[in-house]
Every structure is written in C-alpha cells, then in structure tokens.
C-alpha cells in the first residue's frame, strides 16, 4: 500500500481518489474549499458564475460506473439529454440524439455530483483535508505545503503526489521547474465568456432534455450555450471577443438588448432585462487552452484532467477525459501491479496523443458553432445517409460515437479528418 497526495478535490480528484483507494492505497486529498458534505456554497460561485453546464457522456458515465457509484445513484444527478436544439434565424433546428447500451448523456448538476463523490470517497476511506490552500510542491521529496483555515503551516507528504488541481495547476508549475526541457503551452481563445442565469427555464419554453446552442448564423461573432439542470434553472454561456462594437465589455443596456434579441430566442421581458443587467453585473471568464509536453515526472508525480489537458468547454468532453484518466491510472495500475515507475510514463504516453486530439476537436468545434455555416444540418443528414449505405468506406457520425461511446479521441479526430475528405467528395460529385 503507498500513500497517495491528491492536490485538488474537484470532479477530477474526487474519482481518482476513489479508484486509488479502492485498490487499497491510503489516500488523502487536498482542497482548499470547504467539505461539499457540510457546505456546498463555495463550489457554486456566485460571484463570477465561472462554472459552465457540463454534459456527462457514455465516456464519463463509464468511468463514475467503474468506480462503483450505482448508476441510480448518479442519475440524480443530472437531467437526461436526448437531443440538441440549434438556434439558428429565429428557429430551433433540433437533432435527436440515440442512445447506445441505455447511457443517454447527462446534463449534470455539477454540485450535487461534486457531494457523490465525496459520499463515496468516505465509504472508501479516502482522507480529505479541507481548507487547505497549496502553497507549495517539492516533488524531489514528494511533499506539499499547505495553509489552513487557521493559517496553521501543514506539510503533508507521500508516495505519489498527484495534481488535480486545475489549469493553472501548482503541481504542473513543480514539474515545469523540476523537469528539463518540459515544454508547456498555454494560450487563450479570443473569445472569453459570462454565464447567466436563468432560474425558471420553463418560462423560456426550454425542453429539460435538450442541449441548446446559439450563435451559428452569427458569422463567428458569438458562441453560445445552454443546459437546464434537475433544479429547474439554466444557464447560459455566452462567448464574445473580450474587444470590439459587441463584446463582453459591452456596459450600454440597449445595446447589449439588441444582441440578446437578435442572436437569442424571444423571452419574457422580465427575463430578458434580468440577463442584461447579469452581463453587466458579471466579470468575464478565460477560455483556456493547455497543453504540456508530458503528464509525470518520475515515479513522483501525475497530472490529470485540467492540470494537464485543460481546454474550452464546446466540445463538452473536458471533464469526460478527466473522469476517463482516473479510470484508465487505474487500469494502468492494476496491469502493472500498483508500480508507479512503469505506470506513469505509460499514462503520459497513452493520455497524451488523445489529449491531443480531444483539443484539437474542440478548437474545430467552437469554430463551427460560432460561425456561419447554412449547410450545416444538410452535412449531418449527409453523414448519416453516406455511411448507411457505405458502412465499412464511409465514416460513421462522430457526434453520435463522442456522445454514446469511449472510443478514442485520437479515433475520433481520424474519422472527423475523413469526413472532411469524404464530404468535399460527395459535393463535388
């Protein structure tokens, strides 16, 4: 049995700790918020509102299952998704979605599966130390410093040490310092975005069960996005250029109403005016992209999830892959007979090319859903009818394979690059 720091307490922690532990290793978990048993407000930030609905897919949904989370147990957590609604001149284009082994995707109440996690990682006896900022990361010696809520000074040390602790990870600055030659990449969409709230979406006559997305007839101007969630709100994401005539620095009401009323649907005027006054109110979010050039260092030290692969939300499959490399450090450790020399650089080499493609997708697809493309639904019926009736040369939907499925991003990206080919094809022809 080793021990094993996890710095990070979020979605991506919460499960990994669980699979360590469950494999029999003493697992302790830093975060620097409150226990989400006792207190669930500082994991809801209602200041910025920087938290975007997330979608959980088959992927991710396999992955809560592999930990030994009873699917009941999860579907409360979350609305079921059976289609997407695509807001496009005035109208709602809607395209159902199918699912595969009875795993419809979830539109999840990210707090609600934040205290699950928790709940499980206790039956598990995973140890948590919360209110515990990280202020440092010795990865030679394998220990972390941390501040509590008492400003008492905490060193807490182990056999591993693995970060979970987002995009601008204090353990991915330890490796940054620690390892020669580690090349690190961040860089910043142009756009960035605000969420708004709204807290009856039946008064927008918004379906629970669909997706909604905005902004395609916008010429790339504007993103946007919307999920409901099991208390009845949604939430908007609303992605500009942080500069420009329409931008997230708008501040002038009638001007930011005339975007509202062009590029979202009708809505009652109390409502439309409440949005308003949110994007005034409400700082803009970063849309991060990161990447680094490997994932561990030694047998000390493992990034997953943000800390390693942190990328813009359009894709929907940011906490999917990070629920997924829990699952896979798990496999990995239970082939390799819990040696952390031979797993970590097998995790890195494994993890890394499909990091890779899960970005690159995502980049391509806020491209799509921010620009203007009127054959768009055409290319779908397109794709679906093409590969029916030449299944094994044609490529299959890769919408239907990243919403139902597990299977590989970098398999995906291929089949999205064919597409491509196989699309200009057929319109030439």
């Known amino acids: 049995m080793s021990k094993i720091i996890i710095a990070g307490g979020g979605l991506a922690g919460g499960l ?9 290793h003493e697992v302790h978990v830093i975060e620097r918020r409150s226990d989400p048993q006792q ?35 999860l579907d409360l957590c979350g609305e079921s998704i059976v289609g997407m609604s695509f807001f496009v001149a005035g109208k709602f284009k809607t395209r159902k979605l199918v699912p595969i082994d009875n ?61 979970t602790d987002g995009a601008r990870s204090k353990v991915r600055q330890a490796m940054q310092n620690a390892i020669r030659r580690f090349e690190f990449q961040q860089s910043f969409f142009r756009h960035g975005y605000k969420t708004l709230v709204v807290a009856d979406a039946s008064r927008l006559n918004f379906c629970r069960d669909l997706l909604y997305f905005f902004g395609m007839d916008s010429k790339g101007l504007f993103g946007g996005r919307a999920a409901t969630i099991p208390d009845g709100s949604i939430s908007f994401a609303i992605c500009l250029p942080y500069e420009g005539a329409t931008s997230l620095q708008m501040q002038n009401k009638e001007q930011i109403s005339q975007f509202f009323s062009r590029y979202l649907p009708q809505m009652p005027e109390d409502i439309h005016n409440e949005m308003v006054k949110q994007f005034i109110k409400k700082p803009s979010n970063d849309l991060i992209n990161v990447m680094s050039s490997t994932f561990h260092y030694e047998e000390k030290a493992l990034l997953l999830g943000d800390s390693a692969h942190a990328t813009a939300p359009f894709l929907g499959q940011g906490m999917n892959m990070a629920l997924e490399d829990a699952q896979i450090l798990s496999k990995l450790l239970e082939k390799n007979h819990d ?15 499909e990091a890779d493609a899960m970005q690159d997708m995502a980049r391509a697809n806020y491209d799509v859903l921010s620009s203007s ?12 009818f093409m590969h029916k009736k030449f299944p094994k040369v044609y490529p299959p939907d890769m919408a239907e394979k990243l919403y139902f499925t597990s299977m590989p991003y970098s398999e995906l990206h291929s089949f999205q690059k064919n597409q491509n080919v196989w699309y200009k094809l057929g319109r030439m022809n």
């Open 339 to 353: 040696d952390f020399q031979k797993t970590l650089p097998e995790f890195t080499q494994l993890r890394k090319v």
């Open 103 to 163: 795993l419809s995707p979830l539109s999840l109440d990210r707090s609600t599966f934040q205290k699950l996690l928790n709940k499980y990682g206790r039956i598990n006896n995973v140890k948590y130390h919360f209110g515990h900022k990280c202020l440092d990361v010795n990865l030679k010696q394998k220990f972390i410093i941390t501040q509590d809520q008492n400003d008492n000074f905490h060193n807490i040390s182990g056999d591993l040490i693995i970060g």
């Open 16 to 24: 990994t700790a669980i699979y360590l532990a469950r494999r029999g």
């Open 39 to 73: 207190d669930i407000s500082s994991y809801i930030d209602q200041v910025t509102s920087k938290g975007i609905g997330v979608s959980m897919t088959a992927r991710g949904i396999k992955a809560v299952l592999g930990a030994g989370i009873p699917k009941e147990e």
């Open 373 to 384: 493309n009127p054959i768009f639904f055409s290319r779908v019926k397109y794709t679906n």
